[in-house]
């Protein structure tokens, strides 16, 4: 009796589970000859790292095709640009004297070089541009997007 109480208890958050995963193919296109640049691959690399972080996804699974996809997710391209960044530092004082703490802070500007991979996202007659650092930013800018819009989506 244990065995099959323990044994509900264990299936009924699957059974009760009503959040279905949202199929998704993701692709870059790439040129009909077969010839690879240094972009191309950049991009292909690109899919296949998305596609590992998405694996464990809980509002998506990936697709093996666009045909069986409710969305596709287009890997288009990185651009790279400077941009500054404003980082604050902390310069710590010990005021030995008064046997107090004080500190003092400075601001600086820095340079940095920084990378963003450029995507679309489709459903149906919708699109829209996604932005991020690398794969675990796409990931979550579509699990951000698909979890706000999954009543909305076609099945």
């Known amino acids: 009796m244990k065995s099959l109480l323990i044994l509900a208890f264990v299936l009924f958050p699957v059974l009760g589970s009503t959040q279905t995963r949202t199929p998704i193919y993701i692709f870059t296109a790439t040129d009909p000859s077969g010839l690879v640049d240094a972009d191309t691959t950049a991009r292909l690399k690109m899919v296949t790292d998305l596609k590992k972080a998405l694996a464990s996804s809980k509002h998506v699974v990936i697709?093996?095709?666009?045909?069986?996809?409710?969305?596709?997710?287009?890997?288009?391209?990185?651009?790279?640009?400077e941009e500054q960044d404003l980082t604050a530092a902390t310069l710590n004082n010990i005021d030995r004297l008064n046997g107090g703490f004080n500190a003092a802070k400075a601001t600086r500007s820095e340079t940095q070089r920084v990378t963003r991979r450029h995507a679309t996202l489709r459903t149906a007659n919708y699109a829209t541009e996604i932005d991020g650092?690398?794969?675990?930013?796409?990931?979550?800018?579509?699990?951000?997007?698909?979890?706000?819009?999954?009543t909305q989506l076609p099945r």
Do not use: R
């Open 63 to 81: 697709a093996d095709a666009a045909e069986g996809a409710t969305l596709t997710l287009e890997i288009q391209g990185t651009t790279v640009a």
């Open 133 to 150: 650092k690398n794969a675990n930013w796409l990931k979550s800018a579509v699990e951000s997007w698909v979890k706000a819009n999954q």
